[in-house]
Structure formats: C-alpha cells, structure tokens
C-alpha cells in the first residue's frame, strides 16, 4: 500500500508503506481570514511553501487571502509568511529602522494589527463564519508568531479552541545540511524542516525532562485539503496616560497603580546574568515584566499589582495596535548578537538589565529599583519606595544636605544617591529609545522623593531636554528652598493621604542644631491641639515647616476623609493650604506615639503605617476620586457636596477659634513666667496658621462652586471622547468599577457635643496639653 491511498486522517500516524523515491501530484489550498471570516486583510501578501523534499514553493494570496499548491510532493506542507515590511515613512519603517532593537516586522504582522477582535476582551470566537469553508480538521486559529521568522518581539500565545496540529511537524523529516540555532551556532540557516521540533522533542518535555522544545515555524497543513486559517488579531492593552502637563484625575488613578507596581519584581525567567536561553518569559505575577511582557500584549485585563492585593483595581485600558503598546525590548541571540549574545557576560541587555533597575546586590549599592517601558508618544518611570526596610530606612535617614550637581540648592544625600543610581539607567534607555516622547514619572514615598531628584536632573539634561511630567504620592521632603525654586519649572502633582505621615518627613530636627529642640515646647507642654473632626492638632516649630531646610516641591493634593459617621464617609481630593491639614499625618503620628510603650523608630513607625500603604489608602482613594470625578462630569455637579462643604468649613472655623483662644493662654503665660523670646515664636506659628486656614475655606468654597471639564478628568484624551468612551466600556464591564462612589451624607447632631470630639480625637479632651518624647521620635 502506497502513501496515496491511505485515508487523510491516517497520515499523521504514518500507516502502510512508504516509497522510496517521493511521489509528486499533491496540491493544499489555504485561507487566512480574520475573525470576522473575511479575507481581505491578508490579501496580497507572499507566501512560502515547503514540502517533505524541502522544495520552496511562493506565490501570493489572492483577494479573498486564499491560494493553493499543485503537485508538490507527498505529504504535509509547511506554511510561511516572512515577508518583510517595506513601507516608507510611518511609525512601522521607524521601528523597522531604528539603530537599537530594530523589529523584523512583517507584511502579515501590519495586517494583523489593522484587524481587530470579534469579542471586545480579546477572547477567541467560537464560531467563524469561514470555518464551514474548511476541510474537516483543517481549521486552525493560529498567530503571526507562529508564521514568521523572527518572534521574540511579538506576543506569547493566547489560549484557543482550534490550534494548529504540531504532531504533523513529525512527519517531516530532518535533513542533515540544516541545523537549529543555538548560542554557540549563530551562522545556523533557517533552513526547510531541520527547524522544526523532533517526536523526541515532544516526548522528553512531555515526560518533564526537558524544556518546552523551540515553537515551530510555519503551519503544518496536511495535503489534498482545503484550509482555513484564523489569524489572531495584534491588539494590545495599555494604560491610558495622560501626556498633559496639567492634572488630570486619570492619571492620578493610573499612575498610583503603576508605582505600587514598582515594588515588584520583574519576573523574568531566566534570572541570571547573562541569560545562556534563546529566549525569555515572564510567568511571575505580579510583576512589571509579567504586565508589560506577557499579560497586556496578549489582551489580559491584568489588574494584580501587589502580591497581597486582594481588591481588584483595574487600570483604565485602551486597545491599541499591538507595536503601540508599552514595550519592553525584545531578546534574540540571533537577532541581536552584538547586545543579547551570552558570551558577552555582564554586558550582554536583555529585558531584566534594560527595562528594570535594581542595584541591591551592586557594589555600592543603593537599593534603588525601578522599572522603565515606552511607546511613541511617551516613557513611563516609575521608582519603588520604601520596601526593604533596613537598607531602605538607611536611604531614608541619610539626611544630609549635599549640592544639587546639576542645578541649584541642596538635595537629601540618601534620596540623591539613588536618583544618580536612576538617572543613569534612565539615560542609558533613552539613548536607545527615546525620540522626542513626554517622560512620565512616578513614585510612591522614598519613590517618589527620588522621583523628583530623578526628573529635575533628567529636566536640566542638555542633550535631551525632555518634557517631563511627575505624579508622587506620600514623598517625603527631598530638598532645600532654593532647589524648589529652582525647580518650579518642572510639573509635578504631589499626591498626599490624610493620615500619612511620611510626607512630613525629614524633619526640621533631621541634621539640625539641637539648640532648637526647646522650640518644641513651652513651659514643658507641647503647643498641642486637638481640633473637632479629627482634622490635626497643631504644633508649633514641628508641624508648620516652610522649607528650611527642608521643603516640599510641586503641586499639592490632599485626600482629605469626611466622616460622618454610621458607614457615611466621603474623601475630598482639594489644595488646602493650612498645616493643620497638610501636616495632619506626622501629627497624628507623634500623637500616638506619646504615652505607649517604647517602639521602633519614628521611621519605622511611619513607613509601617497603613495610612502610607498605597494598597490599602493611596489607590482607594485615587479611584474613589476618579469615580467622583467621572460622576461630577457627566450630571454636571460640584465637585464637594453642600453637605461636606458645611462640615469641612465649620471644622475649619472651630479649628481657627482653639488656635486663637491657644495663642491668648500662651500669651499670658508669657507674661507670667517672662520667657518672651521662645512664646514670640509660637504666638507667630499660631497667627500664620490661622491665617492659612483662612485661605483654605476660601479654597473649599471655590471647589465647592467649580465645574469641571473633559481635561480635568481625561487630561490630553479629552479631544479623543470616542477613545475615551470605547475604553469606559471596557473599564464598566468589571462590576468593581461601577460600584458606587461614596457620597457624603449629613451627619446627625451628636448628643454630647464634647463627647463626639473626644470620640473623634482618640480620646482626648479638646485643649489638653500634648507632651511629646522627642527621643521617641528620633
């Protein structure tokens, strides 16, 4: 019995006998079709053929994407579609052509990305029109990965019901003139079958004993079929950003995901330097490698970014054409000997060494890790915190003040240290990628300090002069008066929680003269006050810094809780401009620091505390403000309900009148025990703040009164709502994003009004003097 009688669906076991000289008179017919079943979008395209005795067949597809071989020789035949992009001018020719990690993008892969999904999630269809057009088990749901060359820049494989049969790569058989690429063999061809996986291949990783063998190139078809093959759309995700340089409240939401992603690995495996594979994954989640690797270009609404995380916080998504998506580069040994060979050592780049900064285990380290990715329009950095608490706390005490190099003022040395560490890597990336795109930064506490170190001298980089804007959230101090002015060029939102107390830290007592520790209090009482709301208590000399010597840079935003209390709670992000306010975190802190059990350090303490988490504060409320935000807009309504406007200002007046009758009792105990130069100095903390706290109900009333636009919620999309609208559906399709925002509600009168601010205050009785145990703190 020869070859050609047995039954198609005997071939792939190889039954009866088989011919010594091959036999002609053969013919495959195939299609590629879309999801949708048409043909037109790989219309045209060049193919290649290549049958059992290697012989190279090419032709090309007609209008419907069909075509089909006569007479090849028996058996199956291998499907490629390697030809090159030839366009001129566009953002594929850039790729195509640009000096590092240029992409060997194809003709099939432009006409995947022109495709788009059946299902708006990515997930494959069931049921395609074209698939009645097939052969029985000739219908296949394939990838541009597996029909081309060249893969390592091109999405891992999603999952699918129809997959192409990779048992019929068995039945080709392995010529000796051609060998696979490994290494030590980069001269190897791509040569006829010689590149596709063996039976025994299959059977060692299938038993466990060997790696996944190296994916096929090319489709098996079996012959004197008819087949049709659906080509996966190239559609990526990626976060929408804001390139604008104004606030937006997307990117407040976005970008507090993306820096608590920074505290995570990068999750590439192989892990080692250098890299002896052909290629790499990253199967860890979550990890920035993982996000922007794996999940997001093969279409997974990914939303973990912290491995304790247990609420799920989605970012807002847009679908893009798969080479705009936020890329990490490419690893091919092949391709990019000059950079990826392991022979190289410790300089040979892949993605861990590229796209992702950690020196702890450098010499000299610093501990700084931080992750870098791109697409046309912008870089996004994002710079961990505080996460690994002794090196990390070290970095964080280093409060020295050195010069700023690279403009003027001086800088916190530990925050420096690692911005020189981050700016490095930085421009190392930008040397390869960067092309006139808005650089996005971000970073969450010690983060977000070095964040804006990092920035101002990226900002001041005469070679680049990029357009820079900067998101942080609960950053601690990291320079002098004279830096902040300097830097006021420079767009940065500075993002603050209530209750955090990291923002107010380094301290004025952090590497100054201890000659004024005695500022701190009068006649042995702190100058202590527990306003009604919880708001703060005020301390004079502590709590009101103004930058000497150290400041704060950049535009503030404060989350401020309104509660009300039996589950009635709402979060106000505003601009206050009051100390009792802005300070409240490191007031709130000390406060409970006094009277308890000796603890670990001030540090400690607040890098500890929940209320600097960005889990469990930060990217609630962000998303929380997001919601409001999106609601103000589409009803048209203020941004503070009449009721928390009420609440917030009448707290804001009560405050005022304790300060005021606290600077009248300091004022005549001055009197009393003749100490007027120490008093003087308080009595002009109490007045300032008042005073401030004046402008802050003018604030409040002003956003009470404001409407808001497009701009102020989508920044730079806002002249793209059709953009937005398509990605609003995606995000509302996720029952977590249409809960509602919590809206305030008008609290009932408490019986005992002195009561209900004990209550509130954690106790304590309005007016009490505070003692405070500086050792504690320090």
Same mark, same amino acid.
């Given at each position: 019995?020869?070859?050609?009688?047995?039954?198609?669906?005997?071939?792939?076991?190889?039954?009866?006998?088989?011919?010594?000289?091959?036999?002609?008179?053969?013919?495959?017919?195939?299609?590629?079709?879309?999801?949708?079943?048409?043909?037109?979008?790989?219309?045209?395209?060049?193919?290649?053929?290549?049958?059992?005795?290697?012989?190279?067949?090419?032709?090309?597809?007609?209008?419907?994407?069909?075509?089909?071989?006569?007479?090849?020789?028996?058996?199956?035949?291998?499907?490629?579609?390697?030809?090159?992009?030839?366009?001129?001018?566009?953002?594929?020719?850039?790729? *195509?052509?640009?000096?590092?990690?240029?992409?060997?993008?194809?003709?099939?892969?432009?006409?995947?990305?022109?495709?788009?999904?059946?299902?708006?999630?990515?997930?494959?269809?069931?049921?395609?029109?074209?698939?009645?057009?097939?052969?029985?088990?000739?219908?296949?749901?394939?990838? *541009?990965?597996?029909?081309?060359?060249?893969?390592?820049?091109?999405?891992?494989?999603?999952?699918?019901?129809?997959?192409?049969?990779?048992?019929?790569?068995?039945?080709?058989?392995?010529?000796?003139?051609?060998?696979?690429?490994?290494?030590?063999?980069?001269? /190897?061809?791509?040569?006829?079958?010689?590149?596709?996986?063996?039976?025994?291949?299959?059977?060692?990783?299938?038993?466990?004993?060997?790696?996944?063998?190296?994916?096929?190139?090319?489709?098996?078809?079996?012959?004197?079929?008819?087949?049709?093959?659906?080509?996966?759309?190239?559609?990526?995700?990626?976060?929408?950003? %804001?390139?604008?340089?104004?606030?937006?409240?997307?990117?407040?939401?976005?970008?507090?995901?993306?820096?608590?992603?920074?505290?995570?690995?990068?999750?590439?495996?192989?892990?080692?330097?250098?890299?002896?594979?052909?290629?790499?994954?990253?199967?860890?989640?979550?990890?920035?490698?993982?996000?922007?690797?794996?999940?997001?270009? =093969?279409?997974?609404?990914?939303?973990?970014?912290?491995?304790?995380?247990?609420?799920?916080?989605?970012?807002?998504?847009?679908?893009?054409?798969?080479?705009?998506?936020?890329?990490?580069?490419?690893?091919?040994?092949?391709?990019?000997?000059?950079?990826?060979?392991?022979?190289?050592?410790?300089?040979?780049?892949?993605?861990?060494?590229?796209?992702? $900064?950690?020196?702890?285990?450098?010499?000299?380290?610093?501990?700084?890790?931080?992750?870098?990715?791109?697409?046309?329009?912008?870089?996004?950095?994002?710079?961990?915190?505080? %996460?690994?608490?002794?090196?990390?706390?070290?970095?964080?005490?280093? /409060?020295?003040?050195?010069?700023?190099?690279?403009?003027?003022?001086?800088?916190?040395?530990?925050?420096?240290?690692?911005?020189?560490?981050?700016?490095?890597?930085?421009?190392?990336?930008?040397?390869?990628?960067?092309?006139?795109?808005?650089?996005?930064?971000?970073?969450?506490?010690?983060?977000?300090?070095?964040?804006?170190?990092?920035?101002?001298?990226?900002?001041?980089?005469?070679?680049? =002069?990029?357009?820079?804007?900067?998101?942080?959230?609960? /950053?601690?101090?990291?320079?002098?008066?004279?830096?902040?002015?300097?830097?006021?060029?420079?767009?940065?939102?500075?993002?603050?929680?209530?209750?955090?107390?990291?923002?107010?830290?380094?301290?004025?007592?952090?590497?100054?003269?201890?000659?004024?520790?005695?500022?701190?209090?009068?006649?042995?009482?702190?100058?202590?006050?527990?306003?009604?709301?919880?708001?703060?208590?005020?301390?004079?000399?502590?709590?009101?810094?103004?930058?000497?010597?150290?400041?704060?840079?950049?535009?503030?935003?404060?989350?401020?809780?309104?509660?009300?209390?039996?589950?009635?709670?709402?979060?106000?992000?505003?601009?206050?401009?009051? %100390?009792?306010?802005?300070?409240?975190?490191?007031?709130?802190? $000390?406060? =409970?620091?006094?009277?308890?059990?000796?603890?670990?350090?001030?540090?400690? =303490? *607040?890098?500890?505390?929940?209320?600097?988490?960005?889990?469990?504060?930060?990217?609630?409320?962000?998303?929380?403000?997001?919601?409001?935000?999106?609601?103000?807009?589409?009803?048209?309504?203020?941004?503070?309900?009449?009721?928390?406007?009420?609440?917030?200002?009448?707290?804001?007046?009560?405050?005022?009148?304790?300060?005021?009758?606290?600077?009248?009792?300091?004022?005549?105990?001055?009197?009393?025990?003749?100490?007027? #130069?120490?008093?003087?100095?308080?009595?002009?903390?109490?007045?300032?703040?008042?005073?401030?706290?004046? !402008?802050?109900?003018?604030?409040?009333?002003?956003?009470?009164?404001?409407?808001?636009?497009?701009?102020?919620?989508?920044?730079?999309?806002?002249? #793209?709502?059709?953009?937005? !609208?398509?990605?609003?559906?995606?995000?509302?399709?996720?029952?977590?994003?249409?809960?509602?925002?919590?809206?305030?509600?008008?609290?009932?009168?408490?019986?005992?009004?002195?009561?209900?601010?004990?209550?509130?205050?954690?106790?304590?009785?309005?007016?009490?003097?505070?003692?405070?145990?500086?050792? %504690?703190?320090?």
């Amino acid at each position: 019995m020869s070859v050609e009688s047995l039954a198609a669906s005997d071939i792939p076991f190889m039954k009866g006998n088989i011919h010594a000289c091959p036999l002609r008179g053969h013919s495959t017919s195939f299609q590629l079709v879309d999801e949708f079943g048409d043909g037109k979008a790989y219309s045209g395209l060049t193919y290649e053929v290549t049958d059992y005795e290697d012989t190279v067949y090419t032709g090309k597809l007609d209008a419907t994407g069909s075509a089909k071989v006569e007479n090849h020789f028996c058996g199956p035949v291998l499907l490629k579609l390697n030809d090159e992009y030839r366009g001129l001018n566009d953002d594929y020719s850039e790729l *195509v052509r640009r000096k590092h990690y240029p992409l060997p993008i194809t003709e099939l892969q432009v006409r995947a990305e022109k495709t788009r999904f059946f299902d708006k999630s990515g997930v494959r269809t069931l049921a395609n029109p074209a698939k009645d057009l097939a052969d029985p088990d000739a219908y296949y749901q394939v990838e *541009v990965s597996e029909l081309v060359k060249y893969v390592a820049h091109l999405p891992p494989l999603a999952s699918r019901n129809a997959p192409p049969n990779t048992m019929l790569h068995t039945l080709f058989r392995q010529p000796a003139k051609t060998r696979s690429f490994t290494p030590q063999n980069k001269d /190897a061809t791509d040569g006829g079958m010689g590149a596709v996986i063996t039976p025994a291949d299959i059977g060692m990783f299938e038993l466990g004993f060997a790696p996944p063998p190296p994916k096929s190139k090319g489709i098996a078809l079996l012959p004197n079929k008819h087949h049709v093959l659906e080509v996966r759309p190239m559609r990526a995700l990626r976060p929408m950003l %804001s390139t604008g340089n104004e606030f937006c409240v997307l990117n407040l939401y976005q970008l507090s995901l993306m820096s608590t992603l920074s505290y995570t690995d990068f999750g590439q495996d192989p892990n080692t330097q250098p890299v002896e594979t052909d290629s790499v994954t990253f199967p860890l989640r979550p990890s920035s490698g993982n996000w922007f690797g794996h999940a997001l270009p =093969q279409f997974d609404e990914i939303w973990q970014v912290d491995a304790g995380q247990t609420a799920k916080y989605y970012p807002m998504y847009e679908e893009v054409p798969y080479s705009k998506r936020l890329e990490l580069v490419p690893f091919d040994p092949q391709l990019y000997p000059e950079v990826n060979d392991p022979e190289l050592g410790d300089a040979q780049e892949h993605p861990a060494n590229v796209n992702f $900064l950690d020196d702890r285990n450098k010499v000299n380290k610093t501990d700084t890790q931080a992750f870098i990715c791109h697409h046309d329009e912008l870089i996004l950095v994002s710079v961990r915190g505080t %996460s690994e608490i002794l090196a990390d706390a070290w970095l964080d005490a280093d /409060a020295y003040q050195v010069p700023f190099e690279q403009g003027d003022g001086k800088v916190h040395n530990g925050f420096y240290r690692a911005a020189k560490v981050a700016y490095r890597f930085v421009v190392d990336y930008m040397e390869k990628f960067y092309s006139g795109q808005k650089l996005v930064i971000t970073g969450h506490s010690l983060g977000g300090a070095v964040a804006l170190i990092l920035a101002e001298m990226l900002r001041r980089n005469k070679r680049y =002069q990029p357009n820079i804007v900067l998101y942080t959230y609960g /950053a601690p101090r990291a320079a002098d008066s004279t830096f902040i002015e300097a830097a006021k060029p420079l767009n940065h939102h500075r993002i603050v929680f209530h209750n955090d107390p990291v923002p107010s830290v380094p301290s004025t007592w952090m590497n100054t003269p201890s000659n004024r520790v005695p500022m701190y209090a009068t006649h042995g009482a702190a100058l202590a006050l527990h306003p009604v709301g919880g708001l703060a208590f005020f301390i004079g000399g502590i709590i009101n810094f103004l930058g000497d010597p150290y400041g704060h840079h950049g535009q503030l935003r404060h989350f401020m809780p309104v509660v009300f209390g039996e589950g009635h709670s709402s979060s106000i992000l505003w601009e206050p401009g009051c %100390s009792t306010i802005n300070d409240h975190g490191c007031a709130e802190a $000390l406060r =409970q620091i006094d009277g308890l059990p000796k603890r670990d350090s001030f540090l400690r =303490q *607040v890098i500890d505390n929940g209320h600097h988490s960005m889990v469990d504060s930060y990217i609630p409320g962000c998303w929380a403000s997001l919601r409001r935000w999106q609601e103000t807009l589409e009803k048209r309504r203020s941004l503070v309900t009449l009721t928390e406007f009420q609440w917030v200002s009448d707290t804001l007046t009560n405050v005022s009148g304790q300060l005021s009758a606290l600077k009248a009792k300091i004022e005549k105990l001055s009197r009393a025990y003749a100490n007027p #130069q120490r008093d003087v100095q308080a009595i002009r903390d109490l007045e300032k703040e008042v005073e401030q706290i004046s !402008q802050t109900k003018i604030r409040l009333l002003a956003l009470h009164k404001r409407t808001i636009t497009e701009a102020d919620v989508y920044g730079s999309y806002a002249d #793209q709502p059709e953009w937005v !609208q398509d990605s609003l559906l995606r995000w509302n399709a996720h029952l977590e994003n249409i809960a509602r925002e919590q809206l305030a509600m008008m609290p009932s009168p408490p019986e005992d009004n002195e009561a209900a601010i004990a209550a509130i205050t954690g106790g304590h009785a309005v007016g009490t003097p505070f003692h405070l145990d500086i050792d %504690s703190i320090v």
